[in-house]
């Protein structure tokens, strides 16, 4: 999988957007850029996820570069329960052997929202 | 649906002990996941199963660690021996289809494993 580089972490404060940035100099046209996020005590869940245009959902919004080497996840309005660590992760569709079903996850960061 | 459901919550045995872990994936999801977290080494994917089948298990730590799916329903990660540095949160995640990478995984609570 192509490596990610995040910040370790990001303070906001509540009900103030929040952008979340990754860098993925070495994507690959394939590589689709993925968003999760570990709330404390609990296992991963999606966020959001895309491949070349800007995406929005329910819980954010991805921004995408350009030249893909880099995208932001944006939190329109931070809420308390949104404090958790946020994982940047690239996934090749194209990977053979079925390796494209992996989801390899690095340090992530975590996000600190004060009251 | 209830999501994925792993049990137990929480295990604590001693170290020599045989350990069982167990998951039960979304139902029609037919690709499964095992992920061991530990503060030092963040999370590591274990091993994964589609279709039952296990495709690739090269994260499996060593030989006492084994996974199986004998059904589309349910899969087991087993310790034997455990050994102090087996201590983490371990996942399991399921994603619906097989080879798509737009594929959501879903992901159990998790199993804190103390061994002492």
């Known amino acids: 999988d192509a490596k990610t580089t995040q910040p370790n972490s990001m303070e906001s404060n509540e009900e103030e957007p929040v952008h979340l940035p990754c860098n993925h100099s070495?994507?690959?046209?394939?590589?689709?850029i993925h968003w999760y996020r570990q709330l404390p005590s609990q296992g991963p869940e999606y966020v959001i996820h895309g491949l070349t245009s800007n995406v929005n959902n329910r819980m954010a919004s991805l921004a995408i570069a350009e030249d893909r080497k880099s995208s932001t996840l944006i939190l329109h309005r931070a809420t308390l329960r949104d404090a958790a660590v946020y994982y940047c992760i690239l996934r090749d569709w194209a990977a053979s052997g079925g390796s494209n079903y992996k989801l390899t996850f690095g340090k992530g960061t975590l996000l600190t929202v004060n009251p | 649906d209830a999501g994925v459901i792993q049990s137990p919550r929480h295990e604590v045995t001693e170290m020599g002990q045989e350990v069982t872990l167990r998951c039960k994936p979304i139902?029609?999801?037919?690709?499964l996941f095992w992920y061991r977290q530990t503060m030092m080494r963040g999370l590591e994917l274990l091993i994964y199963f589609n279709n039952n089948v296990p495709i690739d298990d090269s994260g499996m730590p060593e030989d006492r660690f084994s996974a199986k799916m004998p059904n589309a329903s349910f899969s087991t990660l087993k310790i034997q021996p455990s050994e102090p540095r087996d201590s983490a949160v371990y996942f399991c995640?399921?994603?619906?289809?097989?080879?798509?990478?737009?594929?959501?995984?879903?992901f159990g609570q998790g199993t804190r494993l103390t061994v002492v």
């Open positions: 995640a399921s994603t619906r289809s097989p080879g798509t990478v737009n594929t959501e995984a879903f």
């Open positions: 139902s029609g999801h037919n690709s």
């Open positions: 070495t994507i690959s046209g394939t590589d689709y």
